[in-house]
């Protein structure tokens, strides 16, 4: 049964650090595009991030440009997201998600870089003094 599952989130002030993980079960991600995506109470859910299978291809969201970096290690079938100089309005619940798209490079279209089949229960990011 294929299976995402979020790790990392927690309570950061602001300024901080966190790196969230997306382990990957049943399924190896090696052929499949990850999304990193946030929703915060209210507010509709964005997206976040994209790397493509093979790592080549990586997008941001304009809000998180320079202080975001979505990596992969194919080996470990995970997922990673290193958030730096966090933000209060970083604050959210944060989810990844698969689909598969060999070597596909990441263009954002719409409201996602892809439609994401594969979803985790998601993590929570909260940001606060």
């Known amino acids: 049964q294929l299976q995402l599952v979020e790790s990392g989130g927690g309570l950061v002030q602001p300024g901080g650090s966190l790196r969230l993980s997306c382990a990957a079960s049943?399924?190896?991600?090696?052929?499949?595009?990850i999304g990193w995506f946030r929703q915060a109470p209210g507010k509709e859910r964005e997206g976040v991030s994209c790397?493509?299978?093979?790592?080549?291809?990586?997008d941001y969201a304009d809000s998180v440009k320079g202080r975001f970096t979505i990596s992969r290690d194919n080996a470990k079938n995970t997922v990673y997201l290193q958030m730096n100089s966090l933000k209060p309005e970083d604050t959210a619940i944060y989810y990844c998600?698969?689909?598969?798209?060999?070597?596909?490079?990441?263009?954002?279209?719409?409201?996602?870089?892809?439609?994401?089949?594969?979803w985790g229960q998601g993590t929570q990011v909260t940001v606060s003094s």
């Open positions: 790397i493509s299978s093979n790592g080549g291809s990586t």
């Open positions: 049943g399924f190896t991600l090696d052929y499949y595009a």
């Open positions: 998600a698969a689909e598969v798209r060999p070597d596909r490079a990441c263009y954002y279209r719409g409201s996602s870089w892809f439609h994401f089949g594969s």
